[in-house]
């Protein structure tokens, strides 16, 4: 028994009537979901880290997620582990036909191009709504999900020529928020309009992403990070000088703010 075939194994026992475990039993497509969008978040933060064991820990896990969905659609009569197999080995094969046959690719534009016609070309099949924006799963998360969703807009034109425009329309988008906070009183409740013009800033935010070839959910992810370093370390700082953190003003909190970022700067000028 291969190994792969061992894990499919596993998988049935634990889904077993009689002698499976109870969980593993009770779960559907949709509470197993949030557990397949875990793991997938899980396999990207171990390569952020550079953690190649943690990696090999977490593309297991991940992989077990599918080898879950296979099983219930298996159950189900829908299809099993071998066809969700065979099903990528076609579609790779059908989007490569300058591997597998004897299309010729002049450049890495000409390939994304011809790509990007083989994937429209499978969309057009599955769906009778045509319009450029069809598959584009809203699952994603949010501005990953808008710089897809304005990526497809671009191919058909309907985009800004160069980089200023979208600033002059982020600059304008942040002005209709201002006007709506100025706007809210004690007896005005516009916090949905307040909602919508936030959300179209970022919206403007991800299209800027577009134009300076900056992938918004990792940024966003970078930041995160880098925050959360600063953070950390500015509580190590007023520690170490036996300071309680949350008892610190809020200038004095900004001081240390810029120790940590200043350190951290220092330390990465030296690598």
């Not at 209709?176 to 949905?192: F, M, P, S, V, Y």
């Amino acid at each position: 028994m291969s190994k792969l075939d061992k894990l499919l194994q596993i998988m049935r026992d634990l889904r077993d009537p009689e002698n499976g475990c109870p969980w593993d039993i009770e779960q559907s497509f949709n509470t197993i979901k949030p557990y397949t969008i875990e793991e997938a978040y899980e396999v990207a933060d171990a390569i952020e880290r550079d953690d190649m064991s943690e990696l090999k820990s977490e593309l297991g896990d991940l992989l077990f997620q599918i080898v879950f969905h296979a099983q219930m659609a298996s159950e189900q009569g829908l299809f099993d582990f071998n066809d969700i197999v065979e099903s990528i080995n076609d579609k790779l094969v059908r989007r490569h036909p300058h591997v597998f046959a004897d299309e010729q690719v002049e450049s890495h534009e000409h390939l994304a191009e011809r790509w990007e016609q083989h994937k429209q070309a499978e969309r057009e099949g599955k769906q009778d709504n045509h319009s450029a924006l069809s598959g584009v799963t809203s699952a994603l998360p949010a501005l990953q999900w808008s710089q897809k969703l304005q990526k497809r807009a671009m191919r058909t034109g309907f985009d800004w020529p160069d980089v200023e425009p979208v600033f002059d329309k982020l600059n304008e988008e942040v002005a209709e928020l201002r006007e709506e906070i100025a706007r809210k009183t004690e007896w005005e409740d516009n916090h949905q309009r307040i909602l919508d013009e936030y959300g179209d800033i970022l919206f403007v935010c991800a299209n800027l992403g577009l134009h300076l070839k900056v992938n918004a959910e990792e940024a966003m992810r970078h930041a995160n990070r880098k925050f959360i370093s600063r953070f950390t370390l500015m509580e190590q700082l007023a520690s170490d000088d036996g300071t309680v953190f949350e008892e610190l003003s809020l200038e004095q909190m900004e001081e240390y703010w810029q120790k940590a970022k200043d350190r951290i700067s220092s330390a990465n000028e030296r690598e």
